[in-house]
């Protein structure tokens, strides 16, 4: 009898061949992790989803399910150990959407493993940004930094505007980033849930009993794990401002905050603040809590939005309406966002829209304002060699101690 070959294993209707396409991995499967990244996986033609991972059985089982329904089978690998998803040869890449304590070890782990990478934003520390940017270049890895902002029409449409002299010399930056949602968290230890692996999921962090205020999304408030609603938020709004200021491989030169911080229960990270940064060519930026936002003020008018994605406003109608002409600067930009972007690139081995360097230096600018914050002063700042100019105890919170045996691989 002959054999009948279904028209979408040979390619037929702009399906991808199974033997083309790229085998992805995921590790964490919480909120974002299923509801962003999973949901726009199964979106990518490209992509073939084998394998999720969860220290939440409860996440775990769910990413399964849906992973199984797209795919119309019952093949789905799972595991709440990460490090089986990157001992698997028949995976290519792995999409991490952990905690941000998680963030560079996991990564570093799979650049060992041979894997290209897609991680959330943003780093832990400035050290733990500094050894992935050496790590990935090293191991000449695709990787991309996981944001949608570089594909949203409104920032890529302010940053080409600024780019190409529409409000002439750019001054100013203002930035707003949101308030905190909660606090101040309940520290009272509780039984750890049937399911999870609380060990496994602080890993580097130091030991903490369980409480339901520390994991999934409140995460962000706590220090351990996170750098507060200006990491959790800085990393979209700071890197439109870096592009727009053509400082996206580098960085400011001075850095001042004030603020205060969470205090009496379990949050402990940055409350209120008024940060002020200022980079070599002269612009000043600065960041205060509201209704996420930005604005860039030159010499001859500003563009800017109101609200997080709201629509691009000007001085004018003039900047408004201005069409950026073929010999101008187009910056590059995938219209069909993060995950696409990655797929291509990894076929491609080129860079992806916001590569790990990008994506260190971004996630700098969210570190610098925190320690200024902490150390209650101004702090200076070399971009080039990545380090505080004459403070010793600046450089020296540039990094965290990690519980072992989870430290930085050696690449």
Not at 68 to 84: I, L, V
Not at 94 to 114: C, E, F, N, R, Y
Not at 192 to 201: A, F, K, S, Y
Request: net charge neutral; hydrophobic share 35%.
């Amino acid at each position: 009898m002959p054999t009948i070959v279904p028209s979408s294993v040979r390619g037929a209707n702009g399906q991808v061949p199974p033997s083309e396409r790229i085998t992805v991995g995921f590790i964490g499967t919480g909120d974002h992790g299923t509801n962003w990244n999973l949901l726009h996986y199964r979106r990518q033609k490209a992509a073939q989803i084998v394998a999720v991972c969860d220290v939440d059985e409860r996440r775990l089982f769910r990413a399964k399910q849906t992973v199984d329904e797209h795919h119309g089978n019952e093949d789905c690998f799972t595991t709440k150990d990460f490090r089986e998803v990157l001992a698997r040869k028949d995976i290519d890449t792995v999409m991490i959407s952990t905690p941000d304590h998680w963030h560079t070890i996991i990564s570093l782990m799979a650049l060992q493993a041979g894997k290209d990478v897609q991680c959330e934003k943003p780093t832990l520390t400035i050290h733990e940004g500094k050894v992935l940017v050496e790590a990935v270049r090293k191991t000449r890895k695709v990787f991309q930094t996981s944001t949608e902002d570089r594909s949203v029409v409104e920032y890529h449409r302010m940053a080409e505007l600024v780019r190409n002299g529409r409000i002439g010399k750019l001054q100013r930056i203002e930035v707003v980033l949101p308030k905190q949602p909660n606090g101040p968290g309940d520290p009272t230890p509780q039984p750890v849930p049937q399911g999870l692996d609380w060990e496994m999921w602080l890993g580097p962090a130091p030991f903490a009993p369980y409480t339901k205020d520390r994991v999934h999304f409140n995460f962000r408030w706590i220090w351990d794990y996170s750098g507060g609603i200006i990491c959790d938020w800085g990393t979209h709004l700071f890197d439109t401002a870096q592009w727009a200021n053509d400082t996206e491989r580098s960085g400011p030169v001075e850095i001042e905050g004030t603020g205060t911080h969470w205090e009496g229960g379990l949050y402990n990270t940055v409350k209120d603040y008024d940060i002020t940064f200022r980079y070599g060519n002269g612009v000043v930026m600065t960041c205060k809590p509201g209704n996420p936002s930005i604005r860039f003020i030159g010499t001859e008018g500003w563009v800017g939005n109101t609200g997080w994605r709201a629509p691009v406003e000007a001085s004018s109608p003039k900047i408004l309406e201005s069409k950026i002409g073929p010999d101008e600067l187009h910056l590059y930009t995938n219209p069909d966002g993060e995950h696409n972007d990655f797929l291509k690139c990894v076929k491609s081995r080129k860079d992806p829209y916001f590569p790990v360097d990008i994506g260190h230096r971004v996630s700098t600018v969210c570190h610098l304002a925190n320690l200024s914050i902490k150390l209650g002063r101004k702090l200076k700042w070399d971009p080039a060699k990545e380090e505080f100019l004459g403070d010793e105890a600046a450089n020296k919170l540039m990094d965290r101690p990690r519980r072992d045996p989870w430290q930085l691989p050696k690449i």
